[in-house]
């Protein structure tokens, strides 16, 4: 991120409350429950190895072996993380024979992660 490293926040000196502006927020504000389903959402995307999966996945379905591989991780490690994905419902997966293969559930996922990336190279 392209942040000053010693810079300060400024703090508002003021001591007026703005009530039309509050009372508007209030209104816009998502319930507390969304506040904390999002807020356990964006924790799935706060470990470093739960992206790299993500990322592995994207595009081409993959196996644990494969994802195991590539990252260079044991399965047991992959699978423990693609057992958080899928709960999440971030992931999904096909059975070919004995073989399970992992992919994106859907654009959105793409898409959050391309959002995330555009900002941290702003």
Known sequence: ???EINSI???CECEEVHADIVA???ERMPDEEMIYDLADFFKIFGDSTRMSIL???DGEPMCVCDIAELLGMTKSA???QLKIL???DLITYKKSGKNVFYSLADDHVRDIIKLAE???NE
């Open 1 to 3: 991120m392209k942040k």
């Open 9 to 11: 926040t400024p703090a």
């Open 24 to 26: 508007h927020k209030r």
């Open 55 to 57: 990322y592995a996945i």
């Open 78 to 80: 992959v699978s423990h």
């Open 86 to 88: 899928r709960q999440s």
């Open 118 to 120: 555009a900002h941290i």
